[in-house]
């Protein structure tokens, strides 16, 4: 049977809508799809660079601003040191983690309130630094070697500024956290120095670590206690072995008791 | 026949809002992590599954993979592919997130006094996968069905599809190619 038609016609139905398709893929439609592409990377790499000069980073050259602490005794007492005088009537166990936020916020916001207490001598505080979130910078490590660095600092007798210092500018988890050089320069700056350099006694405490195994042990042992296992309703919270966990930092204990530390209250009963 | 409510055009129209609800996920929580690489960092290191390198490499690369993700979902390029990496993606989240839950992983600082803290956050898990398993879900539909309305790649798929165009009618097939019929009346 003869059809009558003219010219080249595409057949219409699925072979006509395939042709269409063929035509648009192959040509506007590919370039169009490669330039969205290119404009998209390229937005995402302006965005990236943009993020990275806006947040401010720890250049780890720049030295650590000292804070001042009050003038008390300060005795390391194996992996703890106790800032205060020998007689006082209350003992505040200061359970904390150099890189620990909490933490950090404790101490700009109570810091000054323990000051006043020790020096009035009220109560002696017992800071016990923990290696606790050695994983949470990057590099690991900071929390270990900055709990090192302050028992270090305690052994020349500038604990408490060494301690307020690495507090009042704490690096962001997730952060490298301050160098070992940093570390060092703070040492310098709080007056731990022979002359104008660093003092040799406590950079080789620093550098070798001297009390890195014994705070790791430390804190493995603190697990084993039960008056500081995290509790829920009043009860510890336990494992189906019975055994329960260091509830964390930072934890305050006055006298042997845990203390709630939400509100200031705790502080101001002290005298 | 098809039915009407399974037509060309209402399986095009949900797998346009499978893709822009998809592309909306990834766009907002990239440039969540992006903005905070330290926190993200942490938040891997937390699952205790990767060593820190890994940790870092991938708290610093991933949001912006997410992020171009999302904007490619949002103009409507290479579909089926993003949405296949995205799946892939999202079981790994799942994975990592049910071996946390497994393991009883908790968090270990930042908790005044313990509390709720870890009731709260067991309870987290079932709701994260949930949320990841219908993730996962519109992926899925994406992967099977890329054709979305407002999309650069609307043509390539075209041919993928069993209906045509023209709306339902359905013609014996009467080839592939454009063929040009040319006769003459004799």
């Known amino acids: 049977m003869n059809k009558q038609s003219g010219g080249v016609k595409p057949k219409g139905g699925k072979g006509g809508a395939k042709a269409v398709a063929a035509v648009r893929a192959t040509k506007s439609g590919r370039s169009t799809t490669i330039g969205a592409v290119a404009v998209v990377l390229l937005a995402v790499a302006v965005f990236a660079i943009a993020i990275f000069y806006i947040r401010e980073a720890n250049s780890r050259k720049d030295r650590v601003d000292v804070a001042t602490a009050i003038d008390a005794p300060a005795v390391r007492d194996g992996v703890t040191v106790v800032v205060g005088k020998a007689d006082a009537k209350n003992t505040v166990d200061v359970y904390e983690d150099f890189l620990c936020p909490m933490c950090g916020n404790f101490e700009q916001l109570m810091g000054p309130k323990l000051d006043k207490k020790i020096e009035s001598g009220a109560i002696k505080v017992k800071y016990h630094m923990l290696p606790m979130l050695i994983r949470q910078s990057n590099p690991p490590g900071y929390s270990r070697e900055a709990a090192n660095a302050s028992l270090c600092a305690a052994d020349r007798g500038k604990f408490p500024s060494f301690h307020k210092s690495l507090f009042m500018k704490q690096p962001a988890e997730g952060s490298a956290g301050y160098s070992v050089d940093q570390i060092l320069n703070l040492g310098v700056d709080v007056g731990i120095k022979d002359g104008d350099k660093v003092d040799p006694t406590f950079e080789s405490c620093v550098r070798d670590g001297t009390y890195k195994a014994q705070l790791d042990q430390y804190l493995n042992t603190l697990d084993d206690n039960r008056a500081l296992w995290r509790m829920e309703g009043g009860k510890p919270v336990v494992d189906a072995a019975g055994k329960g966990r260091f509830r964390g930092t930072p934890t305050v204990v006055v006298n042997g008791k845990v203390v709630e530390i939400r509100d200031g209250a705790w502080i101001d009963e002290l005298s | ?186």
């Open chain 2, 1 to 186: 026949m098809v039915s009407r409510w399974l037509s060309p055009r209402v399986l095009d129209i949900v797998g346009t809002v499978m893709r822009l609800g998809s592309a909306a996920v990834w766009l907002i929580y990239g440039v969540m992590k992006a903005l905070d690489t330290e926190k993200f960092y942490v938040a891997i290191q937390g699952y205790e599954l990767l060593p820190y390198w890994m940790s870092s490499l991938t708290a610093q690369i991933l949001p912006f993979v997410e992020i171009i993700m999302g904007l490619l979902l949002l103009i409507g390029v290479g579909v089926r592919w993003i949405s296949a990496l995205a799946g892939l993606m999202l079981i790994a989240f799942m994975i990592g997130i049910a071996q946390a839950w497994a393991r009883g992983l908790t968090i270990d600082c930042g908790c005044l006094g313990g509390g709720g803290q870890v009731a709260a956050e067991d309870t987290n898990y079932p709701v994260e996968l949930l949320r990841d398993l219908g993730f996962l879900a519109m992926s899925g539909w994406l992967i099977i069905r890329p054709r979305t309305f407002f999309a650069l790649d609307r043509s390539a798929y075209e041919d993928d599809t069993a209906e045509d165009e023209t709306g339902g009618n359905d013609r014996p097939d009467e080839g592939t190619a454009p063929t040009a019929e040319r006769t003459t009346s004799a």
